[in-house]
């Protein structure tokens, strides 16, 4: 089975330290990192496929990945979390809980002469990952670790959270990171 297309929108903030880029090699670099991170996120939606209620099983999706500072973080942290400070990521998922209950977006139906028969999909918007190349860059080094592994780290727990995954207990939280070690296991 194919991995499903990605329409991937990948952006590095440019006014990051050039050295702190350079240590993230492809991943932070915009062009070869665009490649590098669809391919990625490609394998790890179809090592999700059998997880994913019906309602987020699509042959093609869209989603935002973005490189940023702290400084960047922080603002939508304190905006869109009201807490003050840095973090590593961030996941906005384009399906939002307030939403529940509502009829579920529109999609092209070939059959009623939406995308046609030689035509692919609209992809299923997922939503956006906002990952701090400084956060990241401090806790690998904390770890012990490399900034790549740190980097898919944070990209695999975004993406996770996108399709609503979450750790409001322990248990939840472990159940979570297992499923992470498993999308990394299968990130090469």
């Known amino acids: 089975m194919n991995p499903p297309r990605l329409d991937l929108a990948f952006t590095v903030d440019g006014s990051l330290d050039s050295c702190l880029l350079l240590s993230a090699l492809a991943y932070g670099d915009p062009v070869a990192g665009a490649r590098l991170w669809e391919g990625l996120l490609s394998r790890w939606l179809q090592e999700l496929e059998s997880d994913l209620p019906a309602a987020l099983r ?18 939508l942290n304190a905006e869109w979390r009201q807490v003050e400070g840095p973090t590593d ?9 307030a939403l529940d ?11 009623a002469g939406g995308a046609g028969a030689g035509e ?3 992809p299923l918007e997922l939503g956006d990952i906002v990952i701090s190349l400084e956060t990241a860059s401090r806790q690998a080094s904390a770890a012990g670790g490399v900034l790549e592994q740190e980097l898919t780290w944070l990209a695999s727990h975004g993406l996770l959270h996108l399709l609503g995954w979450d750790h409001p207990t322990e248990a939840r939280l472990a159940a979570m990171l297992a499923r992470q070690e498993q999308l990394l296991g299968c990130a090469h």
């Open 58 to 75: 699509a042959p093609a999706y869209s989603l935002g990945l973005s490189l940023c500072g702290d400084a960047e973080i922080a603002a």
């Open 89 to 97: 990521v961030l996941a906005f998922a384009a399906a939002d809980e």
């Open 101 to 111: 209950g509502a009829p579920p977006m529109p999609r092209p139906d070939p059959a």
């Open 120 to 122: 692919a999909a609209e």
